[in-house]
């Protein structure tokens, strides 16, 4: 089969890669990948490009998509996207980025279908929980789930939530078959900071691993769901692998998460790393972090993920420890934890 | 102030003018009109096209919006789209007169607003409350209502909803002041059946009161939630004299209508008209149509459309005697009701 994934040189995507090619043998939904594409406007890591089986494509989304219309693509992971924060600051890379390209791709595996006839294209869609969001006028639950109404207060979410309206609309008229994961916020990214505005999620623990001070833009009381990178991929190869009849009439499912506040996540930075690398997370508040980071759930229900066997970490340590098993082999990455703990 | 209404030639859009020039003596949100813009497809009525203040545009929304850019607008009625029927029919057509349209309504006016930092223009949007759909998951609440979750589960719903979150985020982004006016299904209509699956709502009142046979095409014992042509557009013009504040975090409401059985309508109709006018409607069941309806809700409540004091008709009765006041110098549209009451 032939397997294309946006944002395919990404932090998710490249793990994903990764895990398909590598702990899943080159299998998804009991057949063999024979191909595997990552478009990206950077380039894919240079261990996946390696691979016989994968093809690195360079650039946008939008410019590549109609290309598409001429590939036999028997499963799309669609993650490309800009993030919140670049969203809510600019607003027409937002739309771009996250709309029309996702509309870009969706027309592209339409047009094949129709005119071949192929069975639809499989398609996992990166949706996001910021598609909750407190409308003023309503009681905005404290924890959201899949039946709460999705009132989204930021252009990420409002994006996110109508291309989720969207591929739930050509899964209905058999153009695609499309699958919405509303995820959680990953953490512990690896890396920078990005311009997300829940990148210090991941910043408070990554930071002080390396023996960095790290800013806390929030209060420790601020309450979020989190996922690790390795649950978060495995949920997206359930996603994929589940049946068309678990979807049933909507196409959207809200992924399990952690729910879990930062002062929980500080302690058990402190347990698994110590108090001096603990210490190195600075109180600054951020207004403009803080508000959109209000506006968020403060958790998450999955009843429909979890009835996929899709579950999240019970434990936040379990999170940390899988960053610091990811990290072994980059001395810097955990300068903080080998010199302070 | 200079207004626009997209589908100004129709018979929703036509009558909003009248209603403004007339009965409202040429006053909008306590200022005066001085310009009305009617642009449709086809021409405005002769009527309206007579009048100093009215200019019409004919030609395609999608093709006229970019020009809007440079034109000044105050309030904005988009009530131009494409139809269900036709939607479900065509999909390109609906994505395009429904989702692209609207979409390039709003580029135009934001850029307006974003180049010259004025006032957001007051956009009123006609929605459906064929953003709600029966999701085999879930169970569809009888009524729905503001608190509802939307699952559409027709292209049209789709688009209409995806509209509402767009109009929802250039609001909250201020480039626009939007309103979406969930609108319930508008009866009596009159001249001929249209593409919409609703259509026979109007017919079997419509074409007895003309003479003529009507067919049912669905079980008398269906439920829908219905309002007059005036009462719709007296609800238009109040959601656009309602401050921002009375829509908060969402965009979108609910419009209140008529809950009643096609059942109730025909004795209605045999009440107002007699039972020879009641006798031409032929039940003939159209599974096509039977199937889209039946994903319908069965009524709706409205709660926060009536805090702004927007009302329906409480009886159906009342919706027949207006269409028969409208039409007292028809002499054709009333011969059944004429010659067999």
Redesign the interface.
Known sequence: MKVLITGGAGFVGARLARTLLGAREGRLAGRRIEQLVLADQAAAPADLLADPRVQGRVGKLLEHAAALRDEPFDVVFHLASAVSGECEAD?ELGMTSNLDSTRALLDALRHRQQRTGAAPARLVFSSSIAVF??????PFPDVVGD???P???T?YG?QK??CE??I??YT??GYVDGRAARLVTVTVRPGRPNGAASSFFSGIIREPLAGEEAILPVDPGVSHAVASPQSMVDGLVKVCEASREAF???SAMTMPGLNVTVQQMLDALAKVAGPRVRALVKPQRDERIAGIVANWPKGVTAK?AEALGIVAESSFEDIIRQYIADHRDHPTALKGLRELA
């Open positions: 607003f969001g407190p409308d003023p006028a309503y039946d709460t109404l009132t989204p207060q252009s409002v939530h109508v309206h969207l739930a609309d209905r008229k049933v009439g909507r429909r």
